[in-house]
């Protein structure tokens, strides 16, 4: 069996500085066939992911359109269907950075970004090469409560104070069946729009845009496209030290995962459950059996499979003393809120927030600012108050101040594959995922603790 990278490169059906891997439980392109569950290495062991029939690599997911990018250049099977740098850079070395992933449109630090050179696009690109970010211009929405005031670019890329561009990282093209809301800002989710709705609307989006294409795509290939990302689940199936985590009872792996329920509201602990159900903190339960297992045996794996099952308990049940987070406490109008991990990340065995809730955990405030990011000063017109942020997240979307730093919570499911972390890459591995949650809420996370939460985070 040869790689499907060769498959896909021999087929014709995207250029070979795309390094995706698909997979498939049927024929291939050309005669070509992988396995469903196919391992990719990760730097925590292996991810996979499963689906139910033949996924055919004709697809239109995988067709080059417009300025040569297609779905798959931002959304590689390898890398938990992102990109992550390390993926980025090594296309920019095959390629002397003209990969299609490579375009000013977005993949740029600036859109007029000299790329004359690959020297020149080193540096255009020094984002996307480092933390993984496409630029995402919008405009400041009409009768916004807000202006731009000034912003402090350190690309001095210029143009009008009625937009602004910001950095953030491809959401994975997987896992889609638990969405509740669709990009960081939800701006493919307006209204009671459904989420396969937003993802025909969103598919069409991005070709028009990120593809630059001069047509959308016809219904039926947004059709196609829908459903191949709906029919992907992707998870961690192996640890390096733990092994297979679907083994021993656990219930770790992808194939679980695509027999997990989902509706708006599950678990939803503010009540918006439609079947009434009382919110449940124990949301994720993928490896009570390993905190059953005898704690005899002195083997590494036997010692690591210990530490995920007591970084689920610590992610179910330590204590979180919200405070100060925009769509949540301001919106219940308390000033503390008494939760957990599992407050935010809801959804049973998945993790993200089972309604839209776009949350403010501080991520874009001044005082998180790193060097390569801007630093853009809003007004508020009514109040004449400011906020310096390096991201104005849904306000962009919505117009409304208190929406300045809001963004959705992502699914959980198979972390280990896609660092770095957050929207805009801020965290670039898991220990700083739960250094900076440690530091905001003031958790009092033990070095054990924080080992053991990793090894949890990786194993999902």
């Known amino acids: ?221 947004r059709e196609q496209i829908v459903d191949f990302e709906l029919g992907l689940h992707t998870a961690q199936g192996s640890d390096s030290l733990a092994r297979e985590l679907n083994t021993e009872s656990a219930k770790g792996g992808p194939v679980h995962l695509s027999r997990e329920s989902f509706f708006i509201g599950i678990n939803d602990p503010l009540g918006q459950n439609p079947t009434g159900a009382a919110f449940n903190p124990r949301a994720f339960t993928l490896f009570d059996a390993w905190a059953l297992l005898p704690q005899s045996s002195h083997s590494p794996q036997a010692a690591a499979r210990a530490a995920v099952a007591r970084g689920q308990e610590i992610f179910n049940t330590h204590d979180v003393n919200i405070t100060g987070v925009s769509g949540l406490n301001d919106e219940l109008q308390v000033a503390s809120i008494p939760g957990t991990c599992t407050t935010c990340h809801d959804s049973p065995n998945v993790g993200n927030h089972s309604v839209k809730a776009p949350l403010n955990i501080g991520l874009t405030d001044a005082d998180q600012r790193t060097a390569d990011m801007p630093l853009y000063t809003l007004r508020n017109l009514h109040t004449g108050e400011v906020i310096r942020t390096t991201d104005p997240g849904r306000a962009m979307v919505t117009g409304k101040w208190k929406d300045i730093g809001r963004f959705k919570g992502p699914i959980l499911r198979g972390l280990a594959a896609r660092a770095p972390y957050f929207h805009n890459g801020f965290a670039a591995t898991l220990l700083d995922v739960v250094n900076f949650y440690d530091s905001r809420f003031n958790m009092g996370l033990t070095a054990a603790e924080k080992a053991d939460l990793v090894a949890f985070l990786q194993a999902l």
């Open 1 to 221: 069996m040869i790689s499907f990278k060769a498959a896909i490169k021999s087929a014709g059906i995207i250029s070979a500085g795309v390094a995706i891997a698909v997979l498939l439980s049927g024929p291939a392109a050309a005669g070509n066939a992988i396995a469903n569950l196919f391992d990719f290495d990760n730097p925590s062991g292996q991810g996979q992911t499963f689906t139910q029939g033949i996924l055919n690599p004709q697809n239109p997911f995988f067709e080059s359109r417009g300025n040569g990018r297609a779905c798959v250049s931002c959304h590689q099977a390898s890398e938990g269907w992102s990109i992550t740098p390390a993926g980025v850079q090594d296309r920019f070395a095959d390629s002397d950075g003209l990969d299609p992933i490579f375009r000013t449109i977005d993949g740029s630090n600036c859109e007029h970004a000299d790329v004359s050179t690959r020297e020149a696009r080193q540096a255009a690109f020094s984002l996307l090469l480092t933390r993984g970010l496409i630029r995402i211009g919008i405009d400041v929405p009409d009768g916004a409560e807000f202006v731009i005031e000034s912003v402090d670019d350190p690309y001095r890329c210029g143009g009008s104070l009625d937009s602004a561009s910001m950095y953030r990282r491809p959401l994975p093209s997987t896992n889609l069946r638990f969405l509740s809301a669709i990009m960081w800002d939800g701006r493919e989710s307006p209204g009671n729009l459904s989420i396969r709705d937003g993802l025909l609307q969103q598919a069409n989006d991005a070709t028009r845009g990120h593809a630059e294409a001069d047509e959308g795509l016809s219904a039926a290939d």
